[in-house]
């Protein structure tokens, strides 16, 4: 069984307003009520893991910063609950990028798992600390599905770099 799935074809750099929008996508994703549904994914975290690893020059620890706080702020959860995990998350990430670039994308999703669960953890102790008590396991369930996502995330983040500027028939790239 091979794993790797690469393409012959270049990617063009990202934009810069096609991350920040993919960002706030995400945001609003996070913020659909969805009840107490164990395994809806954490929407933020997934697409700023995926921007931390592809663009680091564009997306860090001040955007996780401040994606976690706006989740705390519509959420209303603890201040600074996602903050602090989406800041270690994208440390996490920004630091094994260059590692994980080299990995097709189901290793990558192995990879990204650990991390979204170490996040999880994070938040799952800083409500511990504030007297909620530690969650079941099904808390932990979204970083799973997190995980499976990660390869239509993949191919659904990078379709727009795909694209070739300009068509010229004689050129075989």
């Not at 009840?35 to 020059?57: D, K, M, Q, T, Y």
């Not at 201040?79 to 996490?92: N, S």
């Not at 996040?119 to 799973?144: D, I, T, Y």
Request: a positive charge.
């Amino acid at each position: 069984m091979q794993l790797t799935n690469r393409s012959n074809r270049l990617l063009r750099p990202a934009k810069p307003w096609f991350v920040y929008a993919s960002l706030f996508l995400a945001l609003l994703l996070d913020y659909v009520p969805f009840g107490s549904h164990p395994g809806i994914p954490n929407w933020a975290a997934l697409v700023l893991v995926f921007w931390c690893i592809r663009e680091p020059v564009y997306i860090g620890m001040g955007m996780g910063f401040f994606l976690g706080v706006m989740i705390d702020i519509g959420r209303g959860t603890a201040m600074g609950e996602h903050a602090l995990a989406y800041v270690i998350l994208a440390f996490i990430a920004n630091g094994l990028a260059r590692r994980i670039m080299w990995f097709p994308s189901l290793l990558q999703a192995l990879h990204v798992l650990p991390m979204l669960l170490l996040a999880q953890l994070v938040m799952a102790c800083v409500r511990a600390f504030g007297g909620n008590g530690f969650p079941e396991w099904v808390f932990f369930l979204p970083s799973f599905v997190s995980a499976v996502l990660w390869l239509p995330l993949t191919y659904l983040l990078l379709l727009p770099q795909f694209q070739p500027i300009d068509r010229d028939e004689n050129r075989p790239i």
